[in-house]
């Protein structure tokens, strides 16, 4: 595979959307891969933007919050994010089969669009079976490009006949993954293993179809990948040997998180495993790195632009006592550096990636930034502490970098001038730097979109709340919780005329539009 690099974010005057695919205004609960997406894609071109960022698409679980950032596979997809529209057209179900619940336009109810689309799901199933002999049906070529698949769909099938009990509880010898166990295991499980390929194979189809009408509409896609995988997951089980796990519970020795800080003094206790990126057997870390090239390949066969999340770990990582409550007893080890993003390029090729290089960032982890020549981030919400060496101020950022008025994991830019725990210094001189002398907040997402859109930065991104001016009701996730998060909805009427054509000529007044 060679990368598209015909559009780079670094030397190029641009600017996009933040908005997750599920997020997406639609019949169906939830927002797709289908005619949702394409009509956003429609949006973002009138609009005048060139970037549409996404989070991670990968299937989630109610055991972690609905959450995308943990997932059951680095791989997979997630079904529900599959379009029935775009099932109806293949004839794999009828127009009359589609006729949703009352689903809720501004919010998603994970149990309610679960079994929906579960129902659909296994109704194309079944009309697939019919039509398309195993011989020559396409999942077969599928599987061929996708080896992961198979793993995958047999950790499910086992998840399913468990209870979902964690793989690391299951019976020993499919715990060690004995070929005996998985051979028989593969027999019994055949029909439930067939149908999530099934779900595999239309998800990565239509995302092609998705990543094809973008791309000619002059739209590039930034994906996001989480650094690290849940320890529940496929890729722990079916790769143990490259965690740090306990040879014979297969839990985790050390888990991943961050020390205490000045947000939280018993620092952030993740919970997923660890990668053994210090491991001297040369065959061990040969496996690691072929592992994540496999993932970043895959990556890129569906986005054109990578935020690797965690960033700061790749040069150290906090390793937790699996046995601790809290990150305190942790200590840093040190990551794979730059080798390992030199390595991934001579196999891939250049890779365009932006570094999620936010909250306590040493000397040495900004050196592998700028050595690897990886645009940062920088949040506009984080700059108006007073300090005028604050790296976040517009007149501190670089063209090397790319500009936010927030992020998914923060307050919407509403939110934080209602927000009672902001000083009103810091409004203050936030309205100041967008030449206000008011204290509206109702118009205080268009100041902060007027600093993006006007700083340095090639690359602005603006989330789709801050363009709409919404107030923390619409917040996407509050770290530290796990209730309430990854549910907003936009709503279909939101994406207007109006909107768009104010964005647009905002857009084209500071340079961010190509002639």
């Not at 600093?451 to 801050?466: F, G, K, R, T, V």
Request: proline fraction near 7%; hydrophobic fraction near 35%; include cysteine.
């Amino acid at each position: 595979m060679s990368i598209d690099t015909s559009v780079n974010i670094l030397h190029e005057r641009s600017s996009g959307i933040l908005l997750p695919v599920f997020s997406l205004p639609g019949p169906f609960g939830i927002g797709d891969i289908g005619l949702p997406s394409r009509h956003f894609i429609d949006f973002l071109k009138k609009s005048g933007q060139r970037y549409w960022q996404i989070l991670p698409v990968g299937p989630t679980s109610r055991v972690f919050g609905d959450s995308p950032y943990m997932s059951y596979s680095a791989f997979a997809g997630n079904p529900l994010l599959i379009s029935p529209d775009l099932l109806a057209q293949q004839n794999l179900v009828q127009k009359k089969e589609l006729i949703p619940p009352d689903f809720s336009e501004h919010a998603i109810h994970y149990p309610q669009v679960s079994a929906y689309k579960k129902s659909i799901l296994r109704l194309a199933w079944k009309r697939f079976q019919l039509r398309d002999c195993a011989e020559n049906s396409p999942i077969s070529d599928f599987v061929r490009s996708h080896p992961w698949v198979n793993d995958y769909s047999l950790f499910l099938a086992l998840k399913e006949k468990y209870s979902d009990t964690p793989w690391y509880h299951w019976p020993l010898p499919l715990r060690h993954r004995e070929p005996v166990a998985l051979k028989q295991a593969a027999l019994e499980l055949k029909e439930s293993i067939e149908y999530f390929i099934f779900e595999q194979y239309l998800f990565f189809s239509q995302w092609q179809q998705l990543r094809t009408y973008a791309n000619e509409s002059g739209i590039r896609i930034i994906g996001d990948l989480p650094i690290y995988v849940a320890v529940d997951g496929a890729d722990v089980w079916a790769n143990q040997q490259l965690f740090r796990l306990d040879t014979v519970s297969g839990e985790p020795t050390h888990v991943a998180g961050v020390p205490p800080d000045y947000f939280s003094n018993t620092g952030q206790r993740w919970g997923n495993p660890l990668y053994r990126w210090n491991t001297e057997n040369i065959l061990e870390k040969n496996r690691l790195f072929d592992w994540w090239e496999q993932r970043l390949r895959l990556n890129f066969d569906l986005v054109d632009t990578l935020r690797i999340d965690h960033f700061r770990g790749f040069e150290s990582y906090w390793a937790i006592p699996a046995a601790d409550e809290t990150a305190v007893n942790g200590q840093w080890n040190p990551g794979p550096g730059q080798p390992f993003f030199e390595e991934m390029d001579r196999r891939l090729g250049d890779m365009s990636i932006i570094a999620e290089d936010l909250g306590d960032i040493t000397p040495e982890v900004e050196a592998l930034r700028r050595g690897l020549g990886y645009p940062g981030m920088k949040i506009l919400l984080f700059a108006f502490d007073g300090t005028k060496e604050n790296s976040y101020l517009p007149y501190n950022t670089e063209k090397n970098s790319v500009i936010y008025t927030g992020t998914h994991d923060n307050d919407t830019a509403v939110g934080w001038y209602l927000s009672p725990e902001v000083s009103p210094e810091s409004k203050r001189q936030a309205k100041l730097f967008a030449n206000r002398q008011d204290t509206d907040a109702g118009s205080f997402h268009q100041d902060l979109i007027y600093l993006a859109l006007s700083s340095p930065p090639n690359l602005a991104i603006l989330p789709m709340q801050d363009i709409l001016g919404f107030g923390n009701d619409c917040r996407m996730n509050t770290p530290g919780t796990t209730k309430n998060n990854w549910q907003w909805r936009c709503v279909e009427h939101s994406l207007n005329e109006g909107v768009a054509v104010w964005l647009h000529d905002l857009t084209h007044l500071f340079g961010r539009i190509p002639e």
